[in-house]
């Protein structure tokens, strides 16, 4: 089983939609969870940070279930600059007990008119 | 947020010879860590850059191809040698502070003829 799981997509939707992702993750230990967005040919940026009570930052809910080992991301009020991909990100305690974290393949999302 | 810049942002290099890749963070950072990413493929770790000391690589890295340094708190270089094909990605190093957010460089996009 991969350490973190993602469903690779594409998402096609169009603006103004609804859009969940979700990821699952096979280390019980993990206590660290993100969201990253990756333009094309770009380098990954923190969307969110995932907290155990579920967060919101304006469009973005993230949501953490640790008995399932899911995470998922809600993004409402679709827009054309949301078409990126989207990469589940997950920390793990490594070798010589150092903490690392793991990257899902990531969502292709893509927004159109 | 850290702001991080990565030097050279693309070379074309020549199999057998060695490339230096730099890393500079504005601020002190505690950790350093550098990435490889293939076309269409997710984020892998390469190493942690140790301030002061060796890397520490992850299984299937190791020092005699990808020399790492860490002289200070603000900036690292990764050396990939003797390379070959095989080594064309893109290189991307990250910077953290305890809280596990890590945020990235723009990459450095290496081709290996």
């Known amino acids: 089983r991969k350490e973190v799981e993602q469903d690779p997509g594409p998402f096609n939707v169009p603006e103004g939609a609804t859009v969940a992702f979700n990821c699952t993750y096979s280390n019980s230990a993990s206590q660290s969870f993100f969201w990253y967005r990756q333009d094309c040919r770009k380098e990954p940026k923190l969307l969110m940070s995932v907290y155990s009570s579920g967060n919101e930052d304006g469009r973005f809910t993230a949501q953490l279930n640790r008995a399932s080992q899911y995470i998922s991301l809600l993004i409402r009020d679709s827009k054309l600059s949301d078409s990126a991909t989207y990469l589940c990100v997950v920390n793990m305690r490594g070798q010589y007990n150092t903490d690392k974290l793991i990257f899902g393949t990531g969502t292709r999302l893509q927004v159109f008119p | 947020s850290a702001v991080i810049s990565q030097k050279p942002s693309r070379d074309i290099c020549q199999r057998g010879t060695s490339l230096t890749i730099q890393c500079q963070v504005d601020?002190?950072?505690?950790?350093m860590f550098w990435y490889r990413q293939q076309p269409g493929q997710s984020l892998t770790l390469i190493a942690t850059a140790n301030q002061g000391s060796e890397a520490t690589y992850e299984s299937g890295f190791v020092i005699d191809k990808f020399p790492i340094s860490r002289p200070n708190l603000t900036f690292s270089t990764l050396t990939v040698s003797n390379m070959s094909p095989e080594d064309s990605s893109i290189y991307l190093c990250s910077a953290s502070e305890q809280n596990y957010e890590q945020y990235f460089g723009p990459g450095t996009r290496l081709t290996v003829t």
């Open positions: 601020s002190q950072v505690t950790m």
